[in-house]
């Protein structure tokens, strides 16, 4: 059932078998897993079935100024139901999708060459929960072998040096529709929205949480009273409420080694260059790397560097997208006379940010001529990444939007954009801390500290370098590399992706939860969240974190049925 948090008794104590933090992605999924069951579930959410802009502001947070410009968490998801699910935007028969991969086992061992790497858990571990996760993300199951869905008409690239991976899709639609409305029907489920958890109670010397304090935006509190816990908010939210838990432990909850909020990752999202094809009127050779429709099911490719080449050069993950780019388009005009942009490390895009904090503060901007002269020559920089994001200037195909190999006049494309989802590094200094703020419930904000570093940017260079050689050598084509100096092109500094900040280790002293996601020291809280990933790969993480949520959910059931 539905009940507005505004409408429960003020300081009164809702009780219940299993507490919910978050009615995104992964708390639905682990709420799906007690359907039916004889535990009593509650979700606690912040908003409710629609975008509100109240609410919104409650995950409005400082960033400390850096180069690298990375944007507020505000804009990283959505506070309601559905939570980040309402920012996809991969289209797939005019409908929205989410593209769902699992992370490569490389991805979970420990790299000598990468501090902090390896995760507790290996890939096999995982595997059962991630079929699982397949099946209740409503995608249905899949096989993520390429040589299953290859073709006379589209295979991947073969080289001892690349790799092809395959890509999913799950549809939005049932995580904003169909999981809420099945949870909402279930009797032994409440969904309490317009409610946000501020504080995570426990007594003075006890290791087990007691309750969960509960604000609503209209003045409202109340406590929820739980035998377990689950935090399934995002990497800013979970160590953000951890961090204000401090009536007890003044350094915040799981934080007795000064982890939490530490290791922030996020993925990057870099354009290569451009790739002139060697033989330009076969475009379709790239069929195998388009969104295609196979036996009933939507399928993608990706290109990847192998795992042996990885480990040699000692270099972080990329996947590789192809989109094509057409001999005349509006995109076209509005890049050849403003150049080709970069959201990061940019004088000109920082000097505009400068400039527009100064607006709002009502006050003259420090060195005003400096900040003009930036922003005159950085005009590639202002101009065309503002143009190109507009709805008019996008290509009707880009590496999320695809369909391309299919269309029956690929004459008209002239060359492939080629673009790199990354892996970024796990870096102590990147954190997610409070700040001196506080939002409309009382609430610390969160502060964060990022930057992007050298083995990230080196890391995606070599990367590019070795395509480059690559395409020439299979004759693929002519990879056109695009630089600013010697530093990667980025289109996006975030992905949206962020991930690590209460980090999985099996020791207390490496990581905030355990191999159970459970945080060290509390024996009853529990975290489903990419805020657990050691190391993020590049695979898009919403799968690996369903299955994260569903092995959470197990965890519980048998520890509820034990006790």
Same mark, same amino acid.
């Given at each position: ?50 975008h509100d802009a109240a609410t919104q502001l409650l995950a409005r947070s400082e960033v400390e100024e850096s180069d690298d410009l990375y944007p507020d968490?505000?804009?990283?998801h959505d506070r309601r139901v559905g939570g980040t699910s309402a920012q996809w935007d991969v289209m797939v028969d005019g409908k929205v999708h989410v593209h769902l ?256 904090? @100064? ?5 003259? !901007? #420090?060195?005003?001529? /400096?900040? *003009?002269?930036?922003?005159?020559? $950085?005009?590639? &920089? ?108 980025? @289109? ?5 992706? !962020? #991930?690590?900040?209460? /980090?999985? *280790?099996?020791?207390?002293?490496? $990581?905030?939860? &355990? ?49």
């Amino acid at each position: 059932m539905i009940v507005d948090g505004r409408s429960v008794g003020r300081d009164s104590v809702v009780h219940c078998d299993i507490c919910i933090v978050g009615a995104g992605p992964a708390g639905l999924i682990a709420a799906n897993e007690f359907l039916g069951e004889d535990h009593r579930v509650c979700v606690v959410e912040s908003g409710g079935f629609e975008h509100d802009a109240a609410t919104q502001l409650l995950a409005r947070s400082e960033v400390e100024e850096s180069d690298d410009l990375y944007p507020d968490p505000f804009f990283a998801h959505d506070r309601r139901v559905g939570g980040t699910s309402a920012q996809w935007d991969v289209m797939v028969d005019g409908k929205v999708h989410v593209h769902l991969m699992p992370l490569d086992a490389m991805d979970f061992r420990r790299r000598h060459w990468l501090p902090f790497s390896g995760w507790p858990i290996d890939d096999q571990t995982l595997a059962p929960y991630i079929a699982r996760a397949q099946l209740a993300s409503g995608a249905g199951s899949f096989d993520y072998r390429p040589e299953a869905w290859c073709d006379d008409q589209n295979k991947p690239f073969e080289s001892a040096l690349v790799d092809s991976k395959m890509v999913s899709c799950g549809a939005q639609d049932y995580f904003l529709q169909t999981l809420p409305n099945r949870l909402t029907a279930s009797s032994n489920l409440t969904l309490m929205t317009w409610s946000t958890a501020t504080e995570i109670l426990v007594p003075p010397g006890a290791e087990t949480v007691s309750s969960l304090q509960v604000a609503c935006l209209d003045g409202n509190r109340f406590r929820v009273k739980a035998l377990m816990v689950i935090l399934a908010q995002g990497a800013f939210d979970v160590p953000r409420l951890l961090l204000a838990s401090r009536s007890v432990r003044k350094q915040g909850l799981g934080n007795q080694h000064d982890l939490v909020g530490r290791y922030l990752m996020d993925r990057q999202i870099a354009k290569a260059g451009t790739l002139f094809p060697a033989r330009p009127a076969e475009m379709r050779r790239f069929g195998f790397y388009d969104m295609r429709e196979v036996r009933g099911r939507h399928v993608l490719g990706k290109f990847t560097l192998s795992e042996d080449l990885l480990e040699s050069e000692e270099l972080l993950g990329s996947l590789i997208s192809f989109s094509p780019r057409q001999r005349y388009s509006l995109y076209q005009l509005a890049q050849s006379p403003f150049g080709r942009g970069t959201t990061c490390r940019s004088p000109a895009q920082r000097s505009l940010r400068d400039l527009r904090a @100064a607006w709002r503060q009502r006050r003259l !901007p #420090s060195s005003p001529l /400096r900040l *003009a002269r930036n922003m005159l020559s $950085g005009l590639d &920089d202002l101009l065309y990444l503002n143009l190109v994001r507009r709805l008019a200037f996008r290509p009707k195909f880009n590496f999320d939007s695809l369909g391309w190999s299919t269309a029956p006049d690929t004459d008209r494309f002239s060359s492939l954009e080629v673009h790199q989802m990354c892996e970024q590094s796990p870096d102590f200094e990147n954190r997610v801390t409070l700040s001196e703020a506080r939002d409309a419930l009382g609430m610390p904000t969160a502060r964060v500290a990022f930057r992007w570093n050298a083995r990230d940017v080196h890391s995606v260079l070599r990367t590019q370098d070795i395509l480059k050689q690559e395409f020439a050598r299979l004759s693929i084509g002519d990879l056109r590399l695009e630089r600013r100096g010697n530093f990667p092109l980025l @289109a996006n500094i975030s992905a949206h992706h !962020p #991930s690590g900040t209460t /980090r999985m *280790a099996s020791d207390p002293e490496l $990581g905030v939860v &355990d191999a159970q996601c459970k945080v060290h020291g509390l024996s009853n809280l529990f975290v489903a969240s990419s805020s657990v990933f050691p190391t993020s790969g590049c695979a898009p993480p919403t799968l690996t974190i369903l299955a994260l949520a569903i092995r959470v959910s197990d965890r519980i059931k048998c520890l509820l049925t034990k006790s």
